[in-house]
């Protein structure tokens, strides 16, 4: 038939496709088989595929560890940062998309140039400020560290949906009653949905997985869980089924939300495009 490839060429696809899924899984599938080690298989020189499967490691991270704590603060910390970076990006966002401001390109780049910004060239000021105001180890510094952080991607994410929407179809609510306000709610909004989980899931994953500010800002009251891995790794040895169990719980929740907002992300960062 016309238009349809070859076999040849659909069993290379799907092979390569299967080969690029087993080499960056296998590290994955390789922590959740430490996780379910005893410490002595874990340290086997020759890694052992046949073993008795333990849930030791689980319970001693979440109980004894308290592992849970350090996993609710990540939660906290990344989920509220998240809405605050699709909130005030929307705010930035929609007036430069919508309305033709005098010197936006400048700041749209000015802003992007804020996400290129190595962390490590800035973290010394930052310490030395939060440290002046009293918000080391406090929930305050780490959620607004990540909502500036994130903010120039939710922001360019979410330029490029609004640039997307037709300006008819604010006009035709205005006409219908609506003001300003109601029509970006009632109207844009659910039109941007998919950029809007799009925006969400990327800000939260970058929250959720960020190591450098949340260790050296944070301390035992607000430690994250990227953080606590640190805990497993000691001079006199690394607890590696502990390590893994705790990168398995750290790794879910995410690949969970990813693999319920998938259809969503990919249509939103599709449609996002940003058009020249």
């Known amino acids: 038939m016309i238009g349809r490839k070859p076999v ?22 390789w922590m959740l088989l430490t996780s379910l080690k005893n410490q002595i298989d874990a340290f086997t ?7 008795a499967v333990t849930f030791d490691n689980y319970q001693t991270v979440l109980i004894e560890r308290d ?4 996993l609710l603060n990540s939660l906290y910390v990344s989920a509220l ?7 005030l990006g929307s705010g930035i966002a929609y007036p430069f998309a919508r309305y033709k401001l005098k010197g936006a390109n400048h700041v ?9 910004v190595p962390p490590i060239v800035s973290i010394l000021p930052i310490y030395l400020l939060f440290s002046n105001v009293g918000l080391l180890d406090s929930y305050t510094s780490l959620i607004l560290m990540y909502t500036f952080m994130n903010l120039p991607l939710a922001t360019w994410l979410l330029y490029g949906f609004f640039k997307d929407i037709p300006g008819e179809i604010e006009e035709s609510a205005l006409v219908d009653g609506c003001n300003r306000f109601t029509a970006f709610f009632r109207v844009v909004f659910p039109i ?3 950029g809007l989980v799009s925006a969400g899931l990327l800000s939260f994953i970058f929250a959720w997985n960020e190591f450098l500010f949340a260790n050296i800002l944070s301390g035992p009251t607000v430690r994250t869980a990227p953080v606590g891995l640190n805990e497993y790794a000691t001079p006199v040895s690394v607890l590696w089924g502990q390590i893994a169990a705790a990168g ?19 249509s939103g960062l599709t449609m996002g495009a940003v058009k020249g």
Do not use: C, D, E
């Open 8 to 29: 040849s060429l659909r069993i290379t696809n799907h092979t390569i496709v299967i080969i690029a899924l087993i080499f960056f899984m296998f590290p994955v599938l």
């Open 45 to 51: 020189t020759v890694p052992k595929w046949t073993f």
């Open 67 to 70: 592992f849970l704590k350090y």
């Open 81 to 87: 940062s998240t809405v605050l970076a699709v909130m």
């Open 108 to 116: 749209l780049t000015w802003i992007l140039t804020l996400r290129i």
């Open 192 to 194: 941007i949905g998919p």
């Open 248 to 266: 398995t719980m750290i790794v879910l929740p995410i690949a969970i939300i990813t693999i319920i907002l998938q259809r969503k992300m990919v």
